[in-house]
């Protein structure tokens, strides 16, 4: 066996141990019990895996469609799924509850959950990022205007980046109300 074999070998053991989820549960300042849970996309494949060997293709067809939903939502990215799509959009919510529910289902008390070795999850929508932008777009404005004020001379941009303010601000405005009505499910 040579070295290159056995470092494959090593590496292939760590990838199929994953560490998973855990849950760090803690009541009134009592010594917090750890519970292991297994990662969700893990999980998925294993329950794909197994439905394509029982050859189960509608169960695995809902299990794929899971997976790449979990896997874009891992990656920081909110599937954009049409109001049509109604299996797509079952899917999406079974994934954000199973995302949700390792720590509401140990108990009602305070609990954490910690990804080890995933990424923090980012599901903003464009709204979202765009009203993101466009306040770091008012803050900078506010900055320019802090320097002008203090005598600072500006640059030519910058100067028509101060004309856009109310430009920023009016679309800020309607953003804030299309996020705030309810969306109907």
Known sequence: ???AHKKNQKRATKKQEGKGFVVEE??????????????????????LAQA???KNHDLANKLRQQLWITQDLAAGYKPNIS?????????????QERLTTPASSLSSSTASVRLDGASAISTLGSEERKLKTLRKK????QSLKKKLE?????????????KTEESVLEEIEHLENLLSIPVKR
């Open 1 to 3: 066996m040579s070295r």
């Open 26 to 47: 803690s009541i009134g300042g009592a010594a917090a019990p750890t519970v292991t849970k297994q990662d969700p996309v893990k999980e998925l494949r294993d329950q």
């Open 52 to 54: 394509k060997a029982e």
């Open 83 to 95: 109001a049509e799509d109604e299996g797509s959009r079952e899917a999406l919510t079974q994934v």
């Open 138 to 141: 008012l803050d900078q404005i």
């Open 150 to 162: 203090q005598g600072e001379t500006l640059e030519a941009n910058q100067l028509t980046k101060l």
